[in-house]
């Protein structure tokens, strides 16, 4: 159950030591770190389960975005941009993930975790791997939850501005200030008298 979970590291690491139990491993490797590529197979199949719920008319529904389907079953979007990927995200496509799925949140959360920082550099952290319709949405409503980062938005207390002197305060007749502006030539002698 995924909502057990509250950070990535933690679920990724549960699932390789569970694949390598039912791949025939004896229990004895849960109790060692998991490897690189069961890491890899963690994330695999966790993306595998999110991309269930597109169902089959995951072609239909996206077809703005160019989906195709890779040889591991993985759905990938960004085909017909695939040249402006590669200038700006150095990268071919993106890996499709649902919004609604607790798997997505999780991972969009544990990217804002790691620094607090904003909406657009989360979704661009995020946008780095994976494509998430609605992106923005989730993250703002992750950050709005994030407690760090309500105590970094609060306003601190402001400056209190003193009373006001009282000649400050009651007008001054006219003419008691005034000033002039001279202009022209003036001519200064150099030799004293």
């Known amino acids: 159950d995924i909502t057990k979970f509250n950070t990535m590291g933690k679920l990724w690491g549960v699932t390789a030591r569970v694949i390598n139990i039912l791949k025939g491993k004896s229990f004895k490797y849960s109790l060692t770190e998991p490897t690189v590529e069961n890491l890899n197979s963690a994330e695999k199949f966790w993306i595998n389960l999110v991309q269930k719920e597109l169902g089959n008319y995951w072609k239909l529904r996206y ?4 989906p195709t389907c890779d040889t591991e079953g993985i759905i990938h979007v960004g085909d017909r941009l695939s040249y402006w990927l590669k200038d700006n995200w150095n990268q071919t496509k993106f890996i499709l993930l649902t919004p609604s799925h607790p798997f997505t949140k999780l991972y969009i959360q544990s990217i804002h975790c790691k620094d607090h920082a904003g909406i657009e550099t ?5 946008q780095s791997r994976f494509w998430v319709p609605r992106a923005r949405k ?3 409503m992750i950050k709005s939850k994030c407690i760090k980062c309500r105590k970094l938005a609060k306003k601190c ?6 009373p006001l002197p009282d000649g400050r305060l009651k007008p001054s007749p006219p003419f008691f200030r005034t000033s002039l502006d001279l202009f022209g030539p003036f001519f200064v002698k150099d030799t004293v008298k």
């Open 157 to 162: 207390e402001g400056q209190v501005m003193g």
């Open 122 to 126: 989360t979704l661009a952290k995020l």
């Open 63 to 66: 077809k703005r975005l160019g």
């Open 138 to 140: 989730i993250i703002r």
